[in-house]
């Protein structure tokens, strides 16, 4: 891990109540990071998860158009709904071109997180955004392979809230991570960026 990527981490490792560091943790990477001389970026990789509807999920997903990959929990209070409406809103920015992208929302919270909750909790946004789960284990594999943190936090009367990293990772048509994507703006900026991409 990076020095850079640790500040990362520590960064949206609190992004989930703070706003503002969601931003932060998007500003301090570059449009494209590497890892030691190899040139290929070090977020994404082989998962093995299910979509809202119950069916696998694999890395195979990724292939054929650029995807925004966010992950999150449904029972976040407000930094993942935020996110998920403007990617909402940046489809349909895009209008008829909304087709030639897709975006996941990966849970971090499988115990309470599965394919129903995701569906039922998916409806509310862009049909577009497909939800993934699975298994604990499945879950913090795919964590891992995009470098996200995550960490349940107890609340009063037996409830838990997470904490997590609330990056949108831009993945290339092959499924190749190119950058953070900043949300923070109007859709039709976001929505001008992604169609380079498209
Ligand atoms: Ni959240």
Redesign the pocket.
Known sequence: MSSRTKIIALFAAFA?GALILVVAATALLPSRQQTGGSGIAAVGGPFKLVDQDGKPATEALLKGKPSLVFF??TH?PD??PTALFEMSEIFNALGPDASKLQAFFITVDPERDTPEAMKAYLSSFSPQLRGLTGTPEQVDAVKRAYRVYSRKVPLDGGDYT?D?T?VIYLMDKSGTFLAPFNAKRTPADAAGELRRYL
């Open positions: 989930c999150g929990f976040c930094v993942c997470m997590h609330a």
